[in-house]
Each structure stands twice: as C-alpha cells, then as structure tokens.
C-alpha cells in the first residue's frame, strides 16, 4: 500500500560533505521493503515535482524511514535544511524492492547508490559481502554496513581505503563468489556489475534510475528499455518507477 | 445543489477530470482517489498501434512547472480496449473519454473505427496538438484548414461525440476553435502543452533528450484562461478547459472564463488526490456562494 502523508522529521544529519540522513515518521514504514524509494515533495511550491529517494533503513516498531541523499541540486539542499520537528509531504513506499534471495549475496552500492543497500543487507539471511564504492575516504554509511554485512569490501576512486579503482575491480581483485549480487550506482557500474556476476555465475538485481513525475507508474516519463516487451505499452519500456527501481539485469539494456 | 454538467448530449456528474496523458486510465491513480467520483476519466492517447515514444530523459522540472516529452508511448487500440476499458467497467459513475492520436489521418480514423462500438467509450477526445511527435500531432493544429480536415474526416466516422483538444502554440487560438467548430467539432477542449526548451548549464545541453518538451503545470494557468476565455467568445460549442488546474480556485477560474468542464493534469504529480480536492473545494464554494447549479457560473466573466 502507498500512503500520501506528512512525515515528521526525527532527525536530520550530515554524513559526509554534501550527504545528509533524515530519519522520518511515517506510516510508509508499515509497507516498505528494501530497494524502494519514497516521493519527498519540496515544501517551496515553485518546485512541483518529487524527488524520489530509496529507502535505507526500515523501522517499522519505530515507524521510521531513514533516507540518506546527496544535495545534487535545489531540492535536496531544501531537505538539508530541514530540521527535527519539521514536516514534509512524501508519497510511499513506491517500486518493487529487491526480491530476498536464499544463499550467498553480495550487495554493491557506488557512491549514492550506497544507501539502498544498508536495508537489503540487513534483511538478507544469507552470508553476505557488501562491496562499496567511494570517491574519498569520507565512508558514509561505512559503520552500519560492518554491521549488517559478514564481511566489507571497500573500492575508492581516489585509492585512500580499499582497491583503488572501482567496486567491479573490487570484488575482482577479492575474487569474490555468490549465488545473487544486488547492485545501486551509475549506469556504467551496473554494467560492470552484471557482466561481472554473469562471469562468475550469479543471479543479478540492479536498482535504475530515471527522471520521474508522477512515480506511480501513470505518467510513462521515467522508462528504461527493456529486452521484452513491457506489458503495460507492450513495447520495450519498463517503468522505473512501478515495474522497477529492480530489475533483474538480463531484462534491461544497461 | 448541481454540479451536473452536459456536453454535447453526454452527462457528467461533475465537471472535474483529469487530463490526458497524466492520468493513464486511472489505473494507477485509482489507488489514491475514488474513480467513481470524477465526472471523466480521459485516457492518455492511444493509437493504432503501440508507440514506443521518445527515449529518456523525457522529463525536467521548470520554476511552477514541467517540461514533458513523453512522445505518446501507448500500447495502441486493440490492448487498450481489452484491457484498459475493461479496467474503466467497473467504475460506472464515472464517463470515459477516450484520447486518440495518429501520425495520419488514416491512423486517427483506424483508432476512432475501433472504438466505435465500445459501449464503455462516452466521448473521443482527438489530439491534434502534441508538441512531441515528428508528424501528425501538432501538425494538424496549427492551420485551421487541417483543424477543419480533420474534424470533419473524424466526425463521419465517430459514433461518439467528439472533442478537438486544441494546441495554445498558435498565433491565434480562436481561429482554430473555429475551424474545429466548423468542422464539425461537439466540443473542444484546450489548451495541450507549450512547447519549451531547457538547457543544463553545466553539461551544456539540453535537458530533454528530445530537446523541447511540452509545459505544463501552476505556471502555465493564467496562459490557459486567457485562452479559453477567448474561444469562448469565438464559438458556441462547449469548451473543456486545462492548463495548470491545481486549486478548486482555479478549476472555477476555468468555468467564469467559459469552460463547461475543468481537467487536471501535472496537478496529479504533486497532489495524487488532486482531482477530488478540487472538486471538494468547488462544492464548498458552490454552497458558500449559493450557487444552485454549477453550469450557471460558465462564462459568467465578460
Ligand atoms: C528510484 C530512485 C532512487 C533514488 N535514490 C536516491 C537516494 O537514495 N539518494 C540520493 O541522493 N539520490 C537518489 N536519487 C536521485 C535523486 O532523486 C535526485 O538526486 C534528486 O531528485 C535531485 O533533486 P534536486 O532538486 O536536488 O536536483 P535538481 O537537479 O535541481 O532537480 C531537478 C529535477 O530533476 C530531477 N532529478 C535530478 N537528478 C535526478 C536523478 N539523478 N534521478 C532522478 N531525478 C533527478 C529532480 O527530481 C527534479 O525533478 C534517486 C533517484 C531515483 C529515480
Ligand atoms: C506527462 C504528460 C503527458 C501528456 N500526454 C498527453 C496525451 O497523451 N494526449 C493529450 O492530448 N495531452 C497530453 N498531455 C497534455 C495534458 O493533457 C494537458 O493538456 C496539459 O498538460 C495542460 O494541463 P496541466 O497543466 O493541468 O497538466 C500530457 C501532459 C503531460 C504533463
Ligand atoms: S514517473 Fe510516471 S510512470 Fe514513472
């Protein structure tokens, strides 16, 4: 179920330069699962479209969400500011999730694909890896994934921790093994990221992203191609928003 | 109190729909609002056959707006009746008008051919004004002979009453209304997008990968009610007004200036109930203001 609502802001915190985490009270919490996102609406009226978010923790005793984003523009530096006690109008949970998988699991996030993760680490019963790929050493989120995970990789752009290079060349150098890999990041990386999986024989869920409007699967602006045909336009569009964010990588052109 | 309104023999609970291309066939909003409340469900455009439509991105955000340029993805006439009228049969109080788009005349008239005996379909809404199609689309309604053409070709076929949905990217509106009126148009209903431009001043390029896109939204309204305050002076068929419709406010603002009935469209993306909002806030108004019915504040503004 999809809820429009006002959500509390419980907290709201800087990270890492230009990342922010807000923790939000919201009955979404109630239906959300790992791997989808939530519609955060701007509370200025000039900027009329959502900003879809994934969801990086659920708490449903607490009837929380937590969110962590990168201020990329108007919109995100607007919910920067935002403080405890402070509201603003979400639409959620919305997308597919990713399906938990029995075995072993590796789930790989670069840069802002990293918080999706943190979730599906946590709920995943199996052993799992998580490989997580950085610009710099400023390892957001680094903490609650040593938790969740049996074990980290780290990947950073600039070499300062873990492989210098990226998460691809990161579970390569690890030569890392698992029956499913669930992967968030930049296009290029869920490329890399299927082909690498296809080498070793695992399943593969990557996580896209496209610009929306509507988020609820009506408006037909945020598709991906597909390798079959969708079945809402029965040509080779799927929506993002509704038939994804998740989609195994053999259905989609990366 | 009424909030009945009729156009071209066809009743309407209410004048507030939503608008085409927005909404899909309510499917997905049906999760937010009570169908059966609306007085129509306009469908997005559906075609001969399925359009794939443009690639990505297909959408920007603009100051009170957007930019859209979807390019009419849809799965053509044959699934859509299965599936998509089938859907709208359960929701009775509610009227269906049905969006057609073509590249040809050929291809508008295969679709309204189709539709012809679907029982479920109210009224044909025929795009003659989508900014983001190569051919057809736009092309018809920018000179009022083609407006007049094709009006005329679509009402020999139609068995349902049709609606020309006018594009405001003409230098004058009101002689379009009047070719669609002398074509033989039931209705019209105006305004589609505007088309626009955005530019993404660090990549330097464009935003859209079909560089220009359709405008919508809060910052296109007053544009609109201009618009359908002068079509509404220039003709006698009723009028379907759009254009920004986000407040019960404005959906009255549309009626004073002419308008029969109101669509709301990008209004959705923000508001998913939008739609009932509005029509909530009208009733309010309708009794605060001791208004018996709701067909008498139509063009009341001279
Ligand atoms: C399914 C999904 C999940 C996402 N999860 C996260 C997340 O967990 N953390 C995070 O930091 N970011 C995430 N993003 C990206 C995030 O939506 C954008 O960074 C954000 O919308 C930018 O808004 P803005 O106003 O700051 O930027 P502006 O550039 O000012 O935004 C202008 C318009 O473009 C849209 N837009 C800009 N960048 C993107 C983008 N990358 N993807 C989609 N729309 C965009 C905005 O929504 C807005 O409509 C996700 C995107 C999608 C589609
Ligand atoms: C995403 C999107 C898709 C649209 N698709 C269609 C369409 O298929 N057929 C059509 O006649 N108009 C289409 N329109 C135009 C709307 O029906 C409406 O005329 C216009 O958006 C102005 O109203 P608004 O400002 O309330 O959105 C579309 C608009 C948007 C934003
Ligand atoms: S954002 Fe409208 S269909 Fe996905």
């Not at chain 2, 002689?175 to 955005?198: C, F, P, Q, R, Y």
Request: hydrophobic share 40%.
């Amino acid at each position: 179920m999809k809820v429009k609502e006002t959500a509390q802001i419980v907290a709201s915190d800087k990270l890492a330069e230009n990342i922010y985490s807000m923790l939000l009270a919201t009955t979404a919490s109630q239906y959300a699962v790992p791997g989808q996102f939530i519609n955060i609406y701007c509370n200025d009226g000039s900027k009329i479209l959502p900003r879809p978010i994934s969801i990086c923790e659920i708490d449903k005793e607490l009837g929380t969400l937590r969110v962590v984003y990168r201020v990329v523009g108007k919109g995100t530096a607007e919910f920067s500011n935002l403080k405890p006690g402070d509201t603003v109008e979400i639409l959620g949970p919305l997308g597919n999730g990713f399906p938990l998988e029995e075995g072993k699991a590796i789930v790989v996030g670069g840069g802002i694909g990293v918080p999706p993760m943190l979730e599906l680490a946590k709920e995943l019963t199996g052993d799992v890896t998580a490989v997580l790929g950085y610009r710099t050493d400023d390892l957001f989120l680094a903490d609650n994934f040593i938790d969740a995970a049996a074990e980290v990789v780290f990947a950073t752009d600039d070499g300062s921790v873990g492989v210098h290079g990226t998460v691809v060349d990161a579970m390569k150098e690890n030569d890392l093994r698992a029956d499913v890999i669930y992967a968030c990041g930049p296009k290029p990386m869920l490329k890399g990221v299927a082909e690498y999986a296809d080498s070793i024989g695992a399943k593969c869920y990557v996580s896209m992203e496209e610009r929306m409007a509507c988020g609820v699967g009506a408006c037909l602006g945020c598709v991906c191609q597909s390798k079959e045909v969708d079945n809402h336009s029965h040509v080779n569009n799927k929506r993002v928003c509704k038939d994804g964010p998740v989609f195994l990588s053999t259905e989609v052109v990366l | 109190m009424n909030t009945k309104v009729t156009i071209a023999g066809v009743e309407f609970q209410n004048p507030i729909m939503e608008a085409s291309g927005t909404f899909g066939s309510g499917m997905e909003y049906g999760e937010f609002v009570d169908l059966n409340r609306l007085g129509a469900v306009v469908t997005k455009g559906v075609a001969n056959v399925p359009w794939p439509g443009n690639p990505t991105p297909r959408i920007a955000e603009v100051s009170s707006g957007m930019l859209n340029a979807i390019g009419l993805q849809n799965p053509g006439v044959e699934v859509f009746c299965n599936r998509d009228l089938k859907f709208l049969e359960n929701y009775k109080d509610t009227r269906v008008l049905v969006n057609v788009c073509g590249h040809s005349a050929e291809e508008y008239i295969e679709v309204v051919d189709r539709l012809a005996d679907e029982s479920r379909v109210d009224m044909l809404e025929i795009n003659i004004s989508c900014p983001n199609v190569k051919e057809g689309g736009i092309a018809f309604g920018q000179d009022p002979k083609a407006v007049e053409e094709i009006t005329r070709l679509v009402k020999k076929h139609a068995k349902q009453p049709i609606v020309m949905k006018l594009s405001p990217n003409v230098t004058d509106i009101k002689v379009m209304a009047k070719a669609a009126e002398a074509g033989g148009a039931d209705a019209i209903s105006l305004i589609n997008t505007l088309t626009g431009m955005k530019i993404d001043v660090e990549r330097q390029n464009f935003v859209l990968a079909n560089k220009t896109g359709g405008m919508s939204g809060p910052a296109v309204h007053p544009i609109a009610v201009r618009m359908v305050y002068e079509c509404a002076n220039a003709v006698n068929i009723p009028i379907i007004g759009m254009g920004g419709v986000s407040t019960w406010e404005d959906a009255v603002e549309m009626m004073l200036a002419g308008a029969t009935a109101v669509s709301v469209g990008t209004a959705n993306f923000f508001n998913p109930t939008a739609t009932v909002d509005i029509l909530d806030g009208m009733i309010d108004y309708m009794k605060r203001k001791k208004i018996d019915n709701i067909t008498d504040i139509v063009g009341i503004v001279k």
